[in-house]
């Protein structure tokens, strides 16, 4: 399932490029998590925060530059949609918060929204940044279909289980360099 992305439905508002766009961007790349195969950590930070918040919904997304793409998710049948569509643009222009909508329905940046209406009837919405060089590089959302409150407790937990996001790509990035250090010395020893 896919939405087209060349054109905005009337009352769909795009969200503004962040100023440090460039730097963002850097540093997504930098993480190398861009149309690379699923990975069992994520999936597995996902499956676990969608049980603890008891959603339909939840992913781990990458906002590329023209694009959201869902790196890992559950419950989300697009795995990447045109950035213009994506109600994690908005939330990292706020990197330093977590992005909440308790009712779509009853926030005009959302309520036309595509993903308001069927098939899809998102109704809350709450994203925790993950931050990367202290960047913005997507979220770990949660969302459902019916409007919800979110308490203290529910704020602490989800930043939580971003931080787990967080560690589990420095692990990942840190792993791969290992790995890229060990071949170089091997190649050195056969090269000697």
Request: proline share 8%; with cysteine.
């Amino acid at each position: 399932m896919s939405i087209p992305s060349s054109e905005l439905p009337p009352g769909v508002y795009a969200a503004a490029i962040p100023p440090d766009e460039e730097e963002r961007m850097a540093a997504l790349h930098e993480m190398e998590l861009l149309d690379s195969p699923d990975e069992e950590v994520f999936d597995g930070i996902v499956e676990m925060t969608k049980k603890v918040f008891g959603v339909p919904m939840v992913a781990f997304s990458i906002i590329d530059s023209k694009r959201q793409f869902n790196r890992a998710c559950v419950g989300i049948p697009l795995k990447e949609f045109g950035r213009e569509l994506s109600w994690c643009a908005h939330a990292i222009l706020q990197p330093e918060e977590l992005f909440i909508i308790p009712d779509a329905l009853q926030n005009p940046l959302f309520n036309e929204h595509p993903f308001v209406k069927e098939p899809f009837n998102i109704r809350f919405y709450a994203g925790c940044p993950v931050l990367i060089n202290e960047k913005p590089i997507g979220m770990l959302c949660i969302l459902d279909t019916k409007p919800r409150n979110v308490t203290e407790k529910d704020k602490e937990e989800l930043r939580e289980y971003g931080q787990s996001v967080i560690n589990a790509v420095e692990m990942r990035k840190a792993f791969k360099e290992a790995m890229a250090s060990m071949d170089d010395d091997e190649e050195e020893e056969y090269d000697d």
